[in-house]
């Protein structure tokens, strides 16, 4: 089957602009994470949903950065008025069960770069 | 809290050589480990995981990874490189409902 679909690939935006990250998770995939990775450095975490519920959102940077997962299947990471320190690679995982213990399996990744 | 430290941000070796990456971790609780890698412009893939059965883990593409408590560690191995084994490789650390906290990575070469 499909694995986990991220879109765009590739983003340029200016900064302040707004900018919404798509993840598709693979199909009925409990639990989804979010993962900032800096030029360099190993993923960070930004936050998790079980379904619909965004269970833990302790590693969103700041207030600029929102996700949602209305219908519990694909979710969308919002960074309000971009700063250059927003540039980065952004991984969508997704996990079968629901309480992300069982192996993550992450899309391409999001390239956001923020001028 | 959890975290790991991955020894060596570069190591190259030759073809049809050994392959050891290193890893140490922290955990007040028994801890689930991973490696992964990432190839150019991909996403991160699992190489393998240890879930406290034995400490002797075997992934994919000819990788293995040893956990010893006693030194903290969860090293991987490969007995022989191949050219297709250069990428980025990061161990990660099971933390607090499930996310992942995952090493600074190590760029694996691999010379002709």
């Known amino acids: 089957g499909a694995g986990v679909s991220q879109s765009p690939r590739y983003k340029v935006a200016k900064r302040g602009q707004d900018v919404a990250l798509r993840c598709d998770p693979i199909?009925?995939?409990?639990?989804l994470f979010w993962y900032q990775q800096a030029l360099g450095q190993g993923p960070e975490f930004l936050t998790y949903?079980?379904?619909?519920?965004?269970?833990?959102k302790s590693g969103l940077p700041s207030d600029r950065f929102f996700a949602e997962r209305p219908e519990g299947s694909v979710s969308t990471l919002k960074i309000q008025r971009t700063q250059q320190e927003d540039s980065a690679v952004y991984l969508c995982?997704?996990?079968?069960?629901?309480?992300?213990?069982?192996?993550?399996?992450f899309g391409p990744g999001t390239r956001l770069t923020v001028l | 809290a959890q975290s790991v430290t991955q020894l060596g941000s570069h190591v190259s070796v030759s073809e049809g050589a050994l392959v050891l990456l290193r890893c140490n971790y922290s955990?007040?609780?028994?801890?689930?480990l991973f490696w992964y890698v990432q190839y150019p412009n991909q996403g991160l893939q699992l190489l393998l995981k240890?879930?406290?059965?034995?400490?002797l883990v075997k992934g994919i593409n000819g990788f293995e990874a040893e956990f010893k408590k006693s030194e903290t560690s969860f090293h991987l191995t490969k007995p022989s490189a191949h050219m297709s084994d250069a990428a980025e490789y990061f161990c990660a650390v099971r933390g607090k409902g499930g996310k992942l906290i995952f090493g600074q990575g190590t760029e694996l070469s691999v010379k002709p």
């Open positions: 955990s007040s609780v028994p801890p689930y």
């Open positions: 199909s009925g995939h409990v639990s």
């Open positions: 949903f079980q379904n619909e519920a965004q269970l833990d």
């Open positions: 240890y879930t406290s059965a034995a400490t």
């Open positions: 995982a997704s996990s079968q069960q629901g309480d992300g213990t069982d192996t993550q399996y």
